[in-house]
């Protein structure tokens, strides 16, 4: 599965504001970590963020949002936004923003050994 280099090139800039924000090739298609967390995604031309299991249900009643779902099973705290939900460069900073905010109350990651 491909993912939309456009959409990735336009969050990259969204993203260009936030310090420590890596790119990482995932689930067929491209992840934004910021602290080390999965915040935003490109899989296709679909948005995928981590909204959180708090939010979820608020996030899925919104248009142009359904449930992550490449699995056969919902990952809750996952949405997927079509692409007439961040048109605007407005609407998808709107989505980083809640995926950062989301990510934000996550703990930090223990440092990997090698």
Not at 12 to 40: L, P
Not at 64 to 75: A, I, L, Q, S, W
Not at 85 to 96: A, C, P, R, S, Y
Request: aromatic share 10%.
């Amino acid at each position: 599965m491909a993912y939309d280099e456009k959409v990735a090139e336009r969050l990259s800039k969204v993203f260009g504001e936030h310090k420590g924000v890596v790119e990482k090739k995932m689930f067929g298609g491209i992840a934004f970590m910021y602290t080390d967390h999965m915040c935003v995604g490109v899989i296709d031309n679909l948005l995928m963020v981590r909204v959180g299991p708090e939010q979820y249900e608020q996030a899925l009643s919104e248009k142009h949002v359904k449930p992550m779902d490449f699995t056969g099973r919902p990952m809750k705290g996952y949405v997927y936004v079509e692409p007439a939900g961040f048109k605007t460069e407005k609407n998808l900073k709107k989505w980083v923003d809640r995926g950062i905010l989301f990510v934000k109350t996550l703990p930090s990651k223990k440092p990997k050994r090698n």
